[in-house]
């Protein structure tokens, strides 16, 4: 059985940081492209970011682009979110996914077919 399990949401403050990490077996992470999203309670879900498992290309939602980084850290076994200058617009429940769709602008923000997903962490932007 697949699984992703993700880690790290907290509060933080305007203008903080935090690093989400997803953790799954290496032949996941080493196979799948991996996705970051976020949905806060009453709206749509988002695409954030995501990752290939081959080449390591990334794409980004415009809203995090420059913001945040996603990258893959093969000895934790982990894919993990990097966010700075976190806004109160950023506050949602972050969750990632595991597809073999290659990862790309359309991938990271309007693909919904992954294959497995996570329970979320959630992370608050908060003053």
């Known amino acids: 059985q697949v699984q992703l399990v993700e880690s790290g949401g907290d509060l933080v403050q305007p203008g903080g940081s935090l690093r989400l990490s997803c953790a799954a077996s290496?032949?996941?992470?080493?196979?799948?492209?991996i996705g970051w999203f976020r949905q806060e309670e009453g709206e749509a879900r988002e695409g954030v970011a995501c990752?290939?498992?081959?080449?390591?290309?990334?794409s980004y939602a415009d809203s995090v682009k420059g913001r945040f980084t996603i990258s893959r850290d093969n000895a934790k076994s982990t894919v993990d979110l990097q966010m700075n200058s976190l806004k109160p617009e950023d506050t949602a429940l972050y969750y990632c996914?595991?597809?073999?769709?290659?990862?790309?602008?359309?991938?990271?923000?309007?693909?919904?077919?992954?294959?497995?997903w996570g329970q979320g962490t959630q992370v608050t932007v908060s003053s």
């Open positions: 996914a595991a597809g073999t769709r290659s990862c790309s602008v359309e991938v990271a923000t309007k693909y919904w077919g992954y294959d497995y």
């Open positions: 990752i290939s498992p081959s080449d390591g290309t990334t």
């Open positions: 290496r032949q996941i992470l080493g196979d799948y492209t």
